[in-house]
C-alpha cells in the first residue's frame, strides 16, 4: 500500500512564505507523476504545480513566479516553496502521486492534506 504523508502547512501573513513536504512510502516501484492541489471552501479541487510522467513541471498560472515545485527521487518526497503568498492562496493542500507499486500495480494516491492560512 502506497501512502502520502504531508506537512508544513500552518498560518503566515501576506506577503510571508511557507514550505511543503509530501513524502511517499510503501511498496513503490517507480512515482510517475507526484505534486501538489489545492481545495478553498466552496471550490473546486485545482493544480498547483506538478512533475509529470515525463519529468517536466506544470504550474497554475496563479503561482507562477511565486511557488516552486522540487523534489528528492532518493527520499520519495517532492517539495513546495510558496513565496509572496497572497490570501486568495488560502487553501487545503494536496498532494497526488501515481505510478507502478512493487507488485507492478498502477496505484494513484492523495494525502490527507495540510491547511494553509494567509491573513491580510
Known amino acids: 500500500q502506497v501512502q502520502l504523508v504531508e506537512s508544513g502547512g500552518g498560518l503566515v501573513q501576506a506577503g510571508g512564505s511557507l514550505r511543503l513536504s509530501c513524502a511517499a512510502s510503501?511498496?513503490?516501484?517507480?512515482?510517475?507523476?507526484m505534486g501538489w492541489y489545492r481545495q478553498a471552501p466552496g471550490k473546486q479541487r485545482e493544480l498547483v504545480a506538478t512533475?509529470?510522467?515525463?519529468?517536466?513541471?506544470n504550474y497554475a498560472d496563479s503561482v507562477k513566479g511565486r511557488f516552486t515545485i522540487s523534489r528528492d527521487n532518493a527520499k520519495k518526497t517532492v517539495y513546495l516553496q510558496m513565496n509572496s503568498l497572497k490570501p486568495e492562496d488560502t487553501a487545503v493542500y494536496y498532494c497526488?502521486?501515481?505510478?507502478?507499486?512493487?507488485?507492478?500495480?498502477?496505484?494513484?494516491?492523495w494525502g490527507q492534506g495540510t491547511l494553509v492560512t494567509v491573513s491580510s
Open positions: 497526488k502521486a501515481d505510478g507502478v507499486t512493487a507488485q507492478y500495480t498502477y496505484f494513484e494516491v
Open positions: 510503501g511498496s513503490i516501484f517507480r512515482i510517475n507523476a
Open positions: 512533475f509529470t510522467s515525463g519529468g517536466s513541471t
